[in-house]
């Protein structure tokens, strides 16, 4: 059973910066595209950011583009959200997701709150 566990989050100014990080258990996390989501209360989950298995490719929601940053560690199986320029619109629990492409499974892992505010 695939696993994912996040970390990170919490209480931080707006203007400030936090990552949250998400660690891949019991499976090849090269073989896995890895996003992160956002929830925000009353709003629908939405896709924030994407990094794809090898790395190469990332994709960002124009919400947060030039100011979040997607990366992976494939020795640590851990994908990575930086999130900078803090805004309170970036409130939200932030989930992370792996898919496999090839078996098209999509695994998600528990969600991380994130509060921006002075």
């Known amino acids: 059973q695939v696993q994912l566990g996040v970390s990170g989050g919490g209480l931080v100014q707006p203007g400030g910066s936090v990552t949250v990080s998400c660690e891949v258990l019991l499976f090849d996390f090269s073989l896995i595209d890895m996003s992160w989501y956002r929830q925000a209360p009353g709003k629908e989950r939405e896709l924030v950011a994407t990094?794809?298995?090898?790395?190469?490719?990332?994709k960002y929601s124009d919400s947060v583009m030039g100011r979040f940053i997607i990366s992976r560690d494939d020795v640590k199986s851990t994908a990575y959200l930086r999130m900078n320029s803090l805004k309170s619109e970036d409130t939200a629990v932030y989930y992370c997701?792996?898919?496999?492409?090839?078996?098209?499974?999509?695994?998600w892992g528990q969600g991380t709150q994130v509060t921006v505010s002075p």
């Open positions: 990094i794809d298995r090898t790395g190469g490719t990332t």
């Open positions: 997701q792996g898919y496999r492409a090839l078996a098209k499974i999509t695994y």
